[in-house]
């Protein structure tokens, strides 16, 4: 739950204060007998009417009985158009609650908090958020029900700005994602159409010269050259397995990140075990570069920081989403601090993943303390239909 703004802590207060005064009042209403007791009632209906808070009583018909002024500045409506109306038929509802949508009858709906917009007297949308306490007698039925509300409009459209900021930020960085994607494929394409063909026959060539060259003082240095070039090649086929796993592409995911598996071990002499449930998981190629690339990281990381004995990589299927677990008994990290993007090797990093987790429809969580290792379970929709 996110903290109350400072800004909102003090008409939060007075809202509930005056919940509370015009429960006095109704109780004291009832007794109305003597004199000291009037001016009690003409003091909690001050406060009442003085509340920044937005105040209104239902009775057991359904009724609204009070609607104090902040009410009416908010709506626009006066309180004698609204008092006698039935709480569900008030004009400024847009919509109507949940908890009035679905309640039949007279009688008083649930206990409820909740928010929504309303739409004014003048046509403009206010987000009210409502909170309903009962007045009991002194049997213990219900006599009123009681809601107080807070506008938060200008709050609301200060999430609502941040919310859409966010969904374009996601969409940019994917965007880019995919714009970096395809310039992998050009340069991978061009490394194996261009450089790597041609570095493949001036091997052949040499070989051929190598051969000739039997018994000459000129066979070590050009056995020497070829063997240069050799590990140009591999170099060169690492770099466009680097640049895009065509593994990935050509045999799908499970493959890949088999593959992926094999090499990190190899890289890093760390033992990484991949497991598979077996199920079917179809991911759309935008989905499967994504989470390749995620669990890349995720080894990079434990290859490089964790320090551990063992890596675990773990797919399986739960409903229509892939779940991903990568785990090691390394030196662990707090997961509680701020992740510092300037600092993520690699330029992909857990901060990046992160950033691309909500555009991607995915989520992640991160189990890990210092000294116990690490668990980090990616979930992500699957393609359905």
Request: proline share 5%; net charge neutral; with cysteine.
């Amino acid at each position: 739950m996110q903290d109350t703004p400072l800004d909102l802590l003090w008409p939060l207060a007075i809202g509930t204060l005056a919940m509370v005064g015009l429960i006095v009042l109704f109780m004291v209403g009832a007794v109305l007998g003597n004199r000291r007791l009037r001016r009690q009632h003409r003091l909690v209906s001050t406060i009442l009417e003085g509340s920044p808070a937005l105040i209104l009583a239902v009775n057991r018909a359904g009724q609204v009985v009070e609607f104090n002024r902040a009410c009416e500045t908010v709506t626009g409506y006066r309180a004698g158009e609204i008092r006698g109306k039935a709480i569900k038929d008030l004009p400024f509802w847009s919509p109507l609650p949940e908890v009035w949508r679905t309640h039949s009858g007279s009688g008083f709906a649930p206990l409820s908090r909740f928010s929504g917009y309303i739409t004014a007297k003048d046509g403009t949308r206010r987000f009210i958020d409502w909170q309903f306490a009962e007045l009991q007698d002194e049997d213990g039925a219900v006599r009123l029900q009681i809601g107080s509300g807070l506008e938060m409009t200008a709050q609301k459209i200060a999430e609502e700005k941040m919310l859409a900021y966010q969904a374009q930020l996601g969409r940019l960085s994917s965007q880019m994602t995919q714009a970096e994607e395809k310039e992998r494929r050009n340069i991978a394409g061009e490394l194996h159409d261009g450089i790597s063909q041609t570095l493949a026959a001036v091997s052949l060539q040499l070989s051929l010269i190598w051969k000739r060259a039997a018994g000459s003082d000129l066979q070590p240095p050009l056995g020497a050259v070829q063997e240069l070039i050799r590990d140009v090649i591999r170099a060169t086929r690492t770099l466009m397995y680097e640049l895009i796993p065509r593994i990935l592409y050509e045999r799908g995911f499970l493959a890949a990140v088999e593959w992926l598996c094999e090499r990190m071990s190899a890289r890093y002499g760390l033992p990484i075990q991949c497991r598979d449930d077996g199920a079917p998981k179809p991911l759309s190629e935008n989905m499967a570069i994504f989470l390749f690339k995620a669990v890349r990281e995720l080894l990079i990381n434990v290859g490089k920081h964790a320090g551990a004995g063992r890596a675990e990589v773990d797919l399986r299927r739960v409903g229509d989403e892939i779940v991903i677990t990568v785990s090691d008994d390394g030196c662990g990290f707090d997961p509680g601090k701020p992740l510092d993007p300037d600092n993520v090797e690699g330029g992909f990093g857990l901060y990046s993943i992160r950033e691309r987790l909500d555009y991607h429809g995915a989520n992640m969580t991160v189990d890990s303390a210092p000294g116990h290792g690490a668990r980090i379970v990616i979930t992500a929709p699957l393609i359905t239909g």
